[in-house]
């Protein structure tokens, strides 16, 4: 019986792998660099079957790409190491990661358009998934990093990232490159600030090693923020940036509004009809040559406030308040940029005003 047993066992562990890295940072292989045996592979194509990239389950037309490698007249590059792989119509790639039930997770990934304008990528963790649309270009060498969430709804999940799409040619895909997986703690409202998560400092995983910071989708394609407490309440992103790259007001992390009115976060919190609160915070430039007239708009409830930043695109910020007087049990806090903003170094990436060290405190009427 015991033989018996351990021969289950033996099978079962080897028809997939689970990711065995509790750490936050890459999953198995996530950066592709292990990849097919030559004899799994037709060009860039592989054939090998559905194991034959290390530590991943493929299906579908999925290329294994170098960095460097010509498509007719386009350059494929890969932003970190030497390898990533491509994903054509309907084909996805896949891993199992071992998870804390109930606890949440994002997942944060590199992603390329290559031919097609309308590329997307369905992103999942059973029961939650979300379709994440790649029309918009933030920066201008192609590559932008994205995050997604979700609960864990069991000890070990499958994470699986699929192209939807039908191109005339099925090499039309995204090529994906260094997945990764971070712990999210879900932060609490504090004596010294109503809101949640008010100085961004939990958020997705950052790529150490890159300087583009990490995209947060709009609410509508993920039901778990990947930026505890708040939602991007809007069509296009906000991304995540960290102090090692960019110029942060306060602590290690920030959120930059690089979309204009089309990128919002917002926080709905718990107010006292009738008293007055007072909403302070930090509006800068992230010193990465976002220059000219930036300008914040904040929301608390019905009141606003616009808050002018002349940006020389080398860092620094100011602080601003809204003081206002709450008309409900829960009031909707809200900030979005006025303006759409090139970097004046490369009017391809968009860029745009700084938010951080928000904090929202109940005062005294004078």
């Known amino acids: 019986m015991a033989s018996l047993i351990f021969l289950s066992l033996l099978l079962f562990s080897s028809s997939f792998h689970v990711s065995s890295s509790f750490s936050d940072g890459l999953v198995a292989n996530g950066n592709f660099e292990l990849g097919p045996k030559p004899s799994d592979m037709n060009g860039t194509v592989v054939i090998g079957g559905r194991r034959a990239i290390p ?195 306060q602590g290690r992390r920030a959120v930059e509004l690089v979309a204009g009115k089309e990128s919002a976060i917002a926080q709905v919190v718990r107010t006292v009809p009738g008293k007055s609160y007072v909403l302070s915070f930090a509006v800068g430039d992230a010193k990465n040559s976002c220059e000219g007239s930036l300008i914040v708009e904040a929301f608390a409830g019905k009141d606003t406030i616009k808050v002018p930043y002349e940006s020389k695109g080398k860092g620094g910020f100011k602080r601003a308040a809204l003081k206002f007087v709450a008309v409900g049990p829960r009031t909707r806090i809200m900030f979005l940029s006025t303006f759409y903003t090139m970097r004046s170094d490369d009017y391809s990436s968009l860029c745009g005003p700084v938010i951080d060290d928000v904090k929202l405190l109940s005062v005294r009427k004078p």
């Open 55 to 249: 530590e991943w389950e493929i299906s579908g037309f999925v290329e294994y790409i170098k960095s460097g490698q010509k498509q007719g007249d386009m350059l494929l590059v890969v932003p970190e190491g030497g390898f990533a792989v491509r994903l054509g119509n309907e084909a996805s790639v896949k891993q199992k990661l071992k998870v804390v039930k109930g606890m949440y997770y994002s997942i944060s990934f590199v992603a390329a358009r290559t031919c097609a304008q309308e590329e997307q990528l369905n992103v999942s963790v059973s029961p939650h998934s979300g379709l994440l649309p790649m029309q918009t270009l933030y920066s201008s060498n192609g590559w932008d990093a994205y995050a997604w969430a979700f609960k864990a709804q069991f000890p070990i999940v499958e994470m699986l990232i699929h192209n939807p799409g039908v191109e005339e040619d099925p090499a039309c895909g995204p090529l994906i490159d260094s997945v990764a997986i971070k712990a999210l703690y879900p932060p609490r409202p504090t004596n010294k600030n109503i809101l949640k998560n008010g100085g961004f400092e939990e958020g997705p995983y950052v790529f150490p090693n890159t300087s583009w910071g990490v995209l947060i989708p709009p609410n509508i394609e993920d039901d778990h923020s990947p930026l505890p407490g708040w939602m991007v309440e809007s069509l296009k992103a906000v991304k995540y940036i960290d102090s090692n790259h960019f110029s942060v007001p």
